[in-house]
C-alpha cells in the first residue's frame, strides 16, 4: 500500500468561481493503491497493457512546479454534471479506480448555471432522445428514493422538488398543439393533462395567459438545485478515495494525450501538472470545450475527428428571496421547444439583435428553488466562449417574463440590484441536437459523452449508465445507435 497525500478542493459552488487560495484547501491523507480490484464488475480481468506502471507514483500536489504520475482503470476529464455522474456509476457499479480531471473545478462549466428542470413536458416521444431522457428521468427518481431511504432529505440535499411542470401557451394554435402533445405523452406513459386558461390559474393564479391559451401539465415532474446535486454527489464519489478508488485533479487542465508507441492505443492523459494512466478508457466529457479539446488531442495523429460542439451561452436571472408571490410549479412557455430546436442561422420568434452577427433568442421559463428564489430564464446565443453579462439580455428575460406574469411588469428590474444574480452557462450544443455519446472509431477506450445541450441535468443518469456499460461490456438499456460518432464526428 502507498501513502498518499492528496489535496481534495472544495470547490465554491457557484458559477461566479472565486479560487480559494490553496492553502484553504483541507488536506486528506490515506493509502491506496490506486488500484482497487484487478477485476472488472463483470468478473473479466484487466488487460495491463505492457507500458502500464503496475504502482503508482504517489503525490498529486497542488503546486504546479512539480508534476507526478498516476495510475487509474478510468481518466474522466470534465467535472460537468457529465463528468461527475459517470465517475459516480463506475465507483457504485464496478470496482473500477476512478479519476476525474477538470481545467478548473465542479459547476464552473454548464452545469452550474442549470436551472435545474428534469420535466420531460417539453421532450418528444419517439425522438432520438426519448428513450435516453425517460431512462435518465427514472433513474434521477430512484437517486431521489435512495436518498430518503438513506435517512437524509431529497429536498435539502439535491433541492429536490416534485412541483410538476406547465408548458403553457398563449393563442388558440398553441392550445391545440399543447393538447396533442398531451395526448402523445399520455400514450408514452406519462402523467399528462391539459388545462384551460381558467384550470391554469386554478394552478398559478399569477400567470396570465389569455381565454385562448392553456398548458400541458405533466404533475410527476420533478426539479433539483443543480449545485447542491453536484455538491451531493461530488461528496458521496469522495467516500471512495479512501478505499483508493477515487481521485480528484482539478485547476488541472488536460493538455495531451499518451499513446503507446507499439499499439498506438491511448494509454491515459497529460495534464498540466499530471501523468494520468489508465487501464481501461478515457472518458471525454469537456462539455461545449470537448470539440477543441478533442481537436488538440488528436492533432498529431492519424485519427480524423470533429465533434462539431459549439458554446451556447445562456443567461438566467435569479432574484433571491421573492415574496411578491409564489409559484407552485415548474413553468416553460411554448416558444421554449422552437427555441431549443433553432439552428444556428436560424431567428427565433423572441429574438433580439443586441450586436451584429448576433442573434440571441430568449423564451419564459420561471422556476421557485427551495430557498424561495425566483429564477427566470432563459436566453440562447452563439457568442463564443465569453460568460460576460449582457444587461441587454437580462432585461429582455424579464420583459418576456412580465408578458406572462402582469404583476413583474410592476416591479422594475432596478429595485432587485441587491437581490439579483445572474447564472450564465455554455451549453453544450450539437447541430443535429442529440449528445455524442460513443467510443472514437479506431480507440474504442476513448469514449466521447458531451452535447447535451439544455438537457445535461436531465440526461445524466442514463448518460452516466451508458458510459459505464460500454466501459464493462453491460449490455445496455438505451440503444446507442443515435448517439454514435460514426457519421457526426467522423
Ligand atoms: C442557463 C442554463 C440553464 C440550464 N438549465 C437546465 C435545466 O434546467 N435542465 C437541464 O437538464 N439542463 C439545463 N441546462 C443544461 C445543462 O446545464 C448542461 O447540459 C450540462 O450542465 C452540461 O454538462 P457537462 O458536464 O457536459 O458540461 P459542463 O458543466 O460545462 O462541464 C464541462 C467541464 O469540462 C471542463 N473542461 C473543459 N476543458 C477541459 C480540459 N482541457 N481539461 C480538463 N477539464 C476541462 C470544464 O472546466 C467543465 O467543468 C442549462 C444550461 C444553462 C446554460
Redesign the pocket.
Known amino acids: 500500500m502507498a501513502s498518499v497525500t492528496l489535496h481534495i478542493q472544495s470547490p465554491p459552488l457557484n458559477n461566479d468561481v472565486v479560487s480559494l487560495p490553496r492553502n484553504h484547501f483541507p488536506i486528506v491523507t490515506f493509502k491506496t493503491t490506486f488500484f482497487g480490484s484487478s477485476l472488472t464488475a463483470n468478473g473479466k480481468p484487466l488487460s495491463l497493457p505492457k507500458t502500464f506502471r503496475t504502482q503508482p507514483v504517489i503525490t498529486s500536489s497542488s503546486s504546479s512546479s512539480s508534476s507526478s504520475t498516476h495510475t487509474f482503470d478510468v481518466v474522466i476529464?470534465?467535472?460537468?454534471?457529465?463528468?461527475?455522474t459517470i465517475a459516480r456509476q463506475f465507483l457504485i457499479g464496478s470496482d473500477l479506480s476512478v479519476a476525474v480531471?477538470?481545467?478548473?473545478?465542479?459547476?464552473?462549466?454548464?452545469?452550474?448555471?442549470?436551472?435545474?428542470?428534469?420535466?420531460m413536458v417539453h421532450k418528444e416521444p419517439e425522438s432520438d432522445t426519448w428513450d435516453l431522457t425517460m431512462r435518465s428521468y427514472k433513474l434521477w427518481q430512484m437517486f431521489a428514493e435512495k436518498v430518503r431511504a438513506q435517512g437524509l432529505d431529497p429536498l435539502q440535499e439535491l433541492g429536490w422538488k416534485r412541483t410538476g411542470s406547465l408548458l403553457v401557451g398563449k393563442t388558440a394554435k398553441e392550445a391545440a398543439t399543447l393538447k396533442k402533445k398531451v395526448k402523445r405523452l399520455s400514450e408514452a406513459g406519462l402523467r399528462a393533462e391539459y388545462l384551460t386558461s381558467d384550470a391554469l390559474r386554478l394552478k398559478e393564479p399569477e400567470l396570465e395567459v389569455g381565454k385562448d391559451g392553456g398548458a400541458a401539465f405533466l404533475p410527476d415532474d420533478c426539479?433539483l438545485d443543480?449545485q447542491r446535486a453536484v455538491a451531493f454527489i461530488q461528496k458521496a464519489n469522495r467516500h471512495f478515495s479512501t478505499k483508493g478508488r477515487y481521485a480528484e485533479f482539478f485547476h488541472?487542465?488536460?493538455?495531451g494525450l499518451l499513446r503507446s508507441d507499439s499499439s498506438n492505443e491511448v494509454e491515459g492523459v497529460r495534464?498540466f501538472k499530471n501523468t494520468l494512466y489508465c487501464k481501461k478508457a478515457v472518458i471525454v466529457?469537456?462539455?461545449?470545450?470537448?470539440g477543441?479539446?478533442v481537436h488538440?488531442l488528436f492533432r498529431e495523429s492519424d485519427i480524423l475527428l470533429n465533434v462539431p460542439v459549439k458554446p451556447?451561452?445562456?443567461?438566467?436571472v435569479v432574484l433571491e428571496n421573492f415574496s411578491s408571490f409564489r409559484l407552485d410549479h415548474g413553468l416553460m412557455e411554448m416558444g421554449y421547444v422552437d427555441h431549443l430546436h433553432d439552428a444556428l442561422d436560424r431567428k427565433s420568434s423572441h429574438s433580439v439583435k443586441v450586436e451584429e452577427g448576433q442573434t440571441p433568442s430568449v423564451s419564459m421559463?420561471a422556476?421557485m428553488d427551495t430557498m424561495g428564489n425566483l429564477v427566470l430564464?432563459?436566453?440562447r446565443q452563439f457568442t463564443g466562449y465569453s460568460t460576460k453579462v449582457d444587461e441587454s439580455i437580462i432585461n429582455h428575460i424579464w420583459k418576456r417574463a412580465g408578458e406572462f406574469f402582469p404583476k413583474l411588469k410592476e416591479l422594475p428590474l432596478e429595485d432587485f440590484t441587491l437581490d439579483r444574480k445572474v447564472?450564465?452557462?455554455?451549453?453544450?450544443y450539437m447541430p443535429d441536437g442529440k449528445p455524442v455519446i460513443g467510443p472514437v472509431p479506431g480507440l474504442m477506450n476513448v469514449i466521447i459523452?458531451?452535447?447535451?445541450?439544455?438537457?445535461?441535468?436531465?440526461?445524466?443518469l442514463g448518460t452516466a449508465e451508458m458510459v459505464a456499460d460500454m466501459v464493462l461490456g453491460n449490455l445496455g438499456i438505451v440503444d446507442l445507435a443515435a448517439f454514435a460518432l460514426q457519421g457526426r464526428c467522423c
Do not use: F, N
Open positions: 476529464i470534465g467535472a460537468g454534471i457529465i463528468g461527475l480531471v477538470d481545467k478548473d473545478v465542479p459547476c464552473s462549466g454548464a452545469t452550474g448555471a442549470g436551472q435545474g428542470y428534469l420535466w426539479q443543480a488541472d487542465p488536460v493538455t495534464t466529457a469537456a462539455g461545449c470545450w470537448s477543441s479539446l488538440d451556447r451561452k445562456g443567461h438566467l421559463t422556476t430564464g432563459s436566453s447564472r450564465i452557462g455554455l451549453r453544450p459523452a458531451t452535447g447535451h445541450e439544455g438537457g445535461g441535468l436531465s440526461m445524466a
